[in-house]
């Protein structure tokens, strides 16, 4: 039986009456909810990085040890995701979307209380099961809601995250440079009280209905081109977290104080975010492969150049990359929905966690790459892997289509 994407769920497959969703800004308002929910869990579920450069002295870390507590972070988040996104597709998402954001933020913001490797490495990862209960199940549910124009809503979600990457950086590092890493919980307050106010707006759809197949089982049909696709995001995503976690430690070593480091990988993450609100709508024009791939080859030269290029013009070059590099993540997830338009938890866990576990795992390879030759070499040696995320996207088909 087929199911239009507004219907609201109610019980166990059985659809109600079609519910038409009220139109903000051209997307459904629950689209908008969602968004702002992924701003919120992922200014503090990106507190680590912007913080690096302070838990490096007062924690002993070395670059390896701190890609090591990245990559744990990633993994964990990833493999729970695994678990959490074929659980939405069978069960009821809006209970993961609701409390995962609240248990991500309510964890993160004790990072700066940590005294330890090991507490700060704990704290986070559980900060980051939170997360992962909700990153497939809120990318699954804008994919249900989203209609005919699933490109341009996944755009508005992911733009809500990548936003909230954004914020991370400028919020974290001024506020603790003032007033103390001790002092983060304090952060979690008014991101609770706004969680309050937004997540009972979220309704309680169902994404899978009647006998039909769940879970992995249901897109094993597809698995050859999802795997070329998975594929490409690993790599994308490789060089991101490696330019997000140790972009912050190459600035300070260069000179600037943690809050100009911040402000300026805020820049780079912000420009990415943007980026991603423009890659959906041109990925429903024009084809989502030709996107991802042309954004990939464009990010190469720019992000490379912005770490060889002095002065302010690198500022402009990184972020120019980052704006590249960025517009291929909503594309990547819509892509995948299209590609296998069934159990969109499941696809999502594994092109949002799985793929992001994977590329975490090879952070601690750039961190001792960096203390074995430097931090800028790792990082124009990271700079030329879109390139070949970009030659294995130009295998995959140019439009895939949605099960209506």
């Given amino acids: 039986m087929e199911i239009d994407p507004q219907q609201t769920v109610i019980d166990e497959g059985v659809p109600a009456e079609p519910v038409a969703e009220r139109q903000v800004l051209g997307v459904p308002r629950t689209v908008l909810v969602m968004s702002g929910t992924h701003l919120i869990n992922d200014v503090f579920g990106n507190i680590y990085a912007p913080l690096l450069p302070l838990f490096i002295p007062r924690l002993g870390l070395s670059l390896t040890a701190a890609g090591t507590i990245a990559a744990m972070i990633y993994v964990a988040g990833s493999v729970a995701q695994l678990i959490f996104g074929p659980l939405a597709d069978r069960w009821r998402p809006k209970v993961l979307a609701v409390a995962g954001p609240i248990v991500a933020v309510t964890f993160m913001s004790l990072a700066g209380l940590a005294t330890s490797q090991t507490m700060l490495a704990v ?13 497939p199940t809120a990318a699954a549910i804008v994919n249900r809601v989203g209609g005919a124009r699933r490109g341009t809503s996944m ?39 706004l969680l309050g106010a937004i997540l009972r707006h979220i309704p309680d759809v169902r994404l899978a209905h009647g006998q039909a197949p769940a879970g992995f089982k249901a897109i094993r049909p597809y698995a050859s081109p999802l795997a070329l696709l998975w594929s490409a995001v690993v790599i994308r995503t490789v060089v991101a977290l490696g330019f997000s976690t140790f972009l912050p430690v190459l600035m300070t070593k260069r000179g600037m104080s943690v809050t100009e480091a911040g402000l300026a990988v805020g820049a780079y993450l912000a420009a990415g975010s943007i980026g991603g609100l423009t890659g959906g709508p041109f990925a429903d024009r024009f084809g989502p492969r030709r996107v991802i791939a042309w954004s990939l080859v464009l990010s190469v030269p720019l992000l490379f150049a912005a770490l060889i290029v002095p002065g302010p013009l690198a500022l402009v070059l990184l972020t120019a990359g980052g704006f590249f590099l960025g517009s291929t993540l909503p594309v990547n997830i819509t892509y995948a929905h299209a590609i296998a338009p069934v159990a969109t938890g499941t696809v999502s866990s594994l092109m949002l966690g799985v793929a992001w576990g994977v590329g975490g795992l090879a952070v601690p390879v750039v961190g001792m790459v960096g203390d074995a030759v430097g931090l800028q070499p790792a990082l124009l040696m990271l700079a030329f892997l879109p390139a070949v995320a970009a030659l294995l996207t130009m295998r995959l088909p140019e439009r895939a289509s949605h099960a209506a």
């Avoid at 704290?123 to 990153?135: D, E, K, P, R, W």
């Fill in 155 to 193: 755009s508005v979600h992911v733009t809500g995250g990548a936003m909230g990457n954004a914020i991370a950086p400028v919020l974290f590092a001024p506020y603790v440079q003032y007033f103390g890493l001790s002092w983060t919980p304090l952060l979690a307050i008014p991101a609770l009280v």
């Fill in 123 to 135: 704290i986070l990862t559980v900060g980051c099961l939170g997360s992962a209960a909700f990153h």
